[in-house]
């Protein structure tokens, strides 16, 4: 990309001439990329958050080209807020795709990696193998040091898919800065009024490991119970009961 050359009065009135340029001085766009790529490719390969790998395995061209433009594009502090939490969640899903093909055909994503895992440790997440600029970063270094770390949205673990029947759905679309939001909002409604992965009743619901494991992340502003109502369909009393359902490993295909 040509550096753009900007005509700048100063205070004095006299004329002077910066050079700005949307490259930085190692060779990285510091510009948000289009996700435009990935929105296609999940509308094509994801249905109703069900993934063909099988297809995609043999047709991960589009793929990679937009993991090279995700490696190219760094976020920067000049991006909005939207457009960075928009690049990491699509990130995110976009790498763990990434894995699980590499490593396909596999029955869950956890067959990858060591046969003993420790959590931040040694597991799949920990895996060292996505190039952001000039870093290299697991799944875990941009769930926990960057999604949950800077931004205080607990919507995110509706939108990160870890490739497994127990997630969130994969949505068919790529998150976009414009309508984030909302699609945040339809991601947590969808999730928590899934009968497959929360039984919701007035008196005692039994709902997802990610309501265990991410507790704090949910209770920021009030109780677990209090979040769940924000989006359920069905109100929860305050004194409801709660237990939570085993977790399906098993690939999302």
Excluded at 90 to 110: C, E, G, R
Excluded at 193 to 205: G, L
Aim: aromatic letters at 12%; charged letters at 20%.
């Amino acid at each position: 990309m040509f550096p753009i050359l900007i005509l700048v009065l100063s205070i004095s009135g006299l004329i002077s001439f910066r050079l700005y340029s949307t490259v930085d001085f190692n060779g990285l766009d510091t510009t948000p990329p289009s996700h435009d790529l990935w929105d296609a490719l999940v509308k094509d390969f994801v249905k109703e958050g069900h993934v063909d790998y099988q297809r995609l395995h043999k047709n991960n061209e589009q793929l990679n080209i937009y993991l090279n433009r995700l490696s190219s594009h760094e976020p920067t502090n000049s991006w909005s807020r939207e457009e960075q939490l928009a690049y990491w969640i699509n990130a995110y899903n976009a790498f763990t795709l990434k894995i699980i093909l590499d490593h396909y055909p596999v029955k869950s994503i956890k067959d990858i990696g060591p046969k003993v895992q420790i959590p931040l440790v040694n597991s799949t997440w920990d895996i060292s193998f996505i190039h952001i600029g000039n870093k290299t970063l697991s799944l875990n270094d941009i769930e926990h040091r960057i999604l949950r770390k800077e931004f205080n949205e607990p919507r995110i673990h509706f939108a990160i898919v870890c490739a497994s029947k127990s997630c969130p759905t994969l949505r068919s679309e790529a998150y976009n800065a414009k309508n984030i939001d909302n699609q945040l909002n339809q991601q947590a409604i969808s999730f928590i009024n899934n009968k497959t992965r929360n039984h919701i009743n007035a008196n005692h619901i039994e709902i997802s490991q990610i309501f265990n494991w991410f507790k704090g992340d949910f209770t920021k502003n009030g109780s677990l119970i209090d979040f769940l109502n924000k989006y359920s369909t069905t109100k929860i009393n305050p004194d409801a009961t709660i237990s939570y359902l085993d977790y399906d490993w098993s690939i999302n295909d």
